[in-house]
Every structure is written in structure tokens, then in C-alpha cells.
């Protein structure tokens, strides 16, 4: 006697086939995996996805409507704030479109000491994601070394911004004010004992066969892919888009310094972490070559004075900066008044969080974390 059992039944179903269906999961927007509150749609086809929809604006403050009805010195504290892991080379960009307009020249030592303040920065940004993202794929150990290098630069930043955060000395014509007596040598030494501490966060996270086991050849993103979507920065870098800024736009000190750009080929989440870890090699090299022309300057100002009430001639202009997580770009209209009559921000995170749906289909849900920490993106810089 036989027995016949029918374990599926459906359209697209054939003999002896379970019909399914797809399944929609919604990552965030408050998820404990996520960077801030970002929402993720997915399609999910079993443990695969088949579509990715990212979903923005739940942390949307309106600052480039802000920026209308406040002065040119009020609007870089509003500037800073929305990648607040790069908050210098925010207010930087701002700085340096308003003295285009007004055809100002920044004076020699505010010039350094802003390249100097712009690569400090920038190590900040990264040792952040250097520590961060290795405790998302299940390594906890690599965020307390991040953070003890990290500190060791906070210290001197706070020093001469008095802030942690929010740095607030970038000023138009230059910067705030002198910075403390032997400030320089203080930074010096930091940046000697950042780079001698980089070597244990190497050895711990590159040396781990389960950290490259994770990330070698998963969330691959093509050249092409890349400059469709605007990506830029160590994501774009780390597919072999060979392009940065600093040296083939130099602005700030950066056409009289030699800068190494890192570059990878394979485009998968390792090669976007080894772009990162290198290029924090790359920024202590430049400080250092900052801190020796820092020394042989003259005494000298370090801003311009300017009038108490700062009108920018009417007109427009765009500048660009190699921020830490990419190109940004700053499109300023005035009318020859006191405020901007129009600032546009272009952040890198919005493209680098655009991409994903192209990136995400075909990976495991597993792999979502792996790619998802991987493209190095702060929520504020999407939701302008």
C-alpha cells in the first residue's frame, strides 16, 4: 500500500514545490544595528534580499532653511553639527565659500593650522569606524583601542577649541584665536602616539580570520555602480575610483603637501575597512608635515579683522572639500546681505546610504550588518 502526501499547493508551485512568499522586514527606524535612526525596507526572499529601499528624513532638523535667517558667522555653528564626527571640516567649507565671495586672503599660519585641524579631524572620524565597525560584525575588543587614540587627539583639540564635538573655531578670515603656548609640541607628541598605538589595532582586527572571513568579498561595489550613485571618499576609493580632493583640487595648504591617496581595487566591506585604517597613516604623515611648516612660519596674524556687520557681495558660488567620509560640496547664493540667501549642503552619507539599494539585493540578511557598517555614513549628514 502507497501513500501519497502533497506538501505544496500554489501558482508558480510544482510537484512536490512549497510556494512561498516574500517577506517584507523593516530595519529601524530605532534598531541597535542601524547608525542613527535610518529605516531599511526589505524584500526578503528566505534569509536573501531581493530589495532594499532605504527611508530618510527621521532625524530632518531643516538647517539649510536655517541657515536663511542667520548671519554668515551664525551659520557655522549650525553647519557643523550635521556629520558631527567630522564637525571641523563642516565648518571649514562654509569658511571657505564666504571668503571666496568676498575675495579675502586667509593669512599663511590660519591656513596651516586649519589643514593641521582638518587631518586631526579626519583621524577622529575614522578611528570612530575603525572602532565601531568591527564590534557590529561580533568583535568588541577593537573599540576600546579606537577610543584610547582617539582620546589621546581629543585632548589637544579640546585644547584649543574648548570644545570635544563641536569644535566652533573656524572663522571667516580665519580661525578664532592663537593657540596655546606650546600647543604645537602637544600635538606632536599625540600624533606620534596615535601611530605607534594604530599597530595594535592592526594586528588585532587584520590579523583576525573571522573579521576577513566576514567581510572579504561580501557587499562588492562596482566602479561603475560608484560614480553612477555619486559615491566618493574611502568607499569610492576602495573600488579603485582613484580621486581626492587634496590633490587634484587642492584648497586649504594641500597643493604644497604631498598626499597619499589609498586606494583598493576589490570593493568588498575589507578593502573599505583597509582604506580606512591606511588612510589614518596617510592624515598623521600630512600633520606631521603641517606641524614642520607650522614651525618654520614667522610670526604672524591668524585672521582677518572684519567689520561688525559681515555682508557678502551679491553672487554666487560652489566650494568642495575632501571630508572625512567623502565629498562635500557648498553652493552659496547671497543678495549682498548679512545672511546667505541660499546654502545648499551636498553630504557624502546621502549617497553613500543611496547606493544600498542597488548593494543589498542578492546578500544574506546576515551579511546586512557586515555591508550596512561598512559604507561609513552618519544619519545628521542624509538629514540635512
Given at each position: ?192 602616539g596615535v601611530r605607534a598605538g594604530m ?74 575597512f583597509e582604506c580606512l585604517l591606511d ?106
Amino acid at each position: 500500500m502507497t501513500t501519497e502526501r502533497i506538501v505544496g499547493v500554489g501558482a508558480g508551485a510544482g510537484a512536490g514545490e512549497l510556494a512561498t512568499e516574500d517577506m517584507i522586514l523593516n530595519i529601524g527606524p530605532q534598531h541597535p544595528s542601524t547608525h542613527g535612526v535610518l529605516r531599511l525596507r526589505l524584500a526578503l526572499d528566505g534569509e536573501r534580499i531581493k530589495a532594499a529601499e532605504p527611508i530618510i528624513g527621521y532625524m530632518h532638523r531643516g538647517a539649510e532653511k536655517l541657515f536663511e535667517v542667520r548671519d554668515f558667522r551664525q551659520i557655522i555653528v549650525l553647519a557643523n553639527r550635521h556629520d558631527w564626527l567630522s564637525a571641523f571640516s563642516n565648518e571649514l567649507g562654509v569658511v571657505l565659500a564666504v571668503e571666496r565671495m568676498l575675495g579675502m586672503e586667509v593669512p599663511p599660519r590660519a591656513v596651516w593650522t586649519r589643514t593641521l585641524l582638518a587631518e586631526l579631524n579626519r583621524v577622529l572620524n575614522h578611528l570612530m569606524f575603525l572602532g565601531s565597525y568591527p564590534l557590529e560584525v561580533g568583535a568588541m575588543t577593537p573599540i576600546f583601542y579606537s577610543f584610547r587614540e582617539r582620546e589621546t587627539l581629543q585632548r589637544v583639540m579640546e585644547e584649543i577649541s574648548g570644545g570635544r564635538m563641536h569644535y566652533m573655531f573656524n572663522r571667516v578670515g580665519g580661525l578664532k584665536e592663537e593657540p596655546p603656548a606650546g600647543w604645537r609640541d602637544r600635538v606632536r607628541t599625540a600624533v606620534a602616539g596615535v601611530r605607534a598605538g594604530m599597530a595594535d589595532i592592526d594586528e588585532l582586527i587584520m590579523g583576525n580570520e573571522i573579521f576577513r572571513a566576514r567581510t572579504r568579498g561580501v557587499g562588492v561595489l562596482t566602479r561603475e555602480q560608484i560614480l553612477q550613485y555619486g559615491v566618493s571618499g574611502p568607499i569610492a576609493r576602495a573600488a579603485g575610483v582613484n580621486f581626492d580632493l587634496r590633490r587634484d583640487e587642492p584648497y586649504l595648504a594641500y597643493g604644497e603637501l604631498d598626499t597619499r591617496v589609498v586606494t583598493r581595487t576589490e570593493g568588498d566591506c575589507l578593502a573599505r575597512f583597509e582604506c580606512l585604517l591606511d588612510q589614518v597613516h596617510a592624515s598623521l604623515d600630512l600633520a606631521d608635515a603641517c606641524l614642520d611648516r607650522l614651525a618654520e612660519l614667522p610670526p604672524g596674524p591668524i585672521n582677518q579683522r572684519l567689520p561688525k556687520v559681515l555682508k557678502v557681495p551679491e553672487g554666487h558660488t560652489y566650494a568642495w572639500t575632501e571630508n572625512p567620509l567623502g565629498i562635500n560640496g557648498y553652493y552659496l547664493v547671497s543678495r549682498g546681505e548679512k545672511t546667505p540667501w541660499r546654502l545648499k549642503l551636498r553630504s557624502a552619507s546621502y549617497n553613500n546610504v543611496q547606493v544600498l539599494s542597488e548593494l543589498l539585493p542578492g546578500n544574506l540578511v546576515a551579511d546586512m550588518i557586515a555591508i550596512l557598517g561598512s559604507m561609513f555614513f552618519v544619519v545628521g549628514d542624509i538629514d540635512k
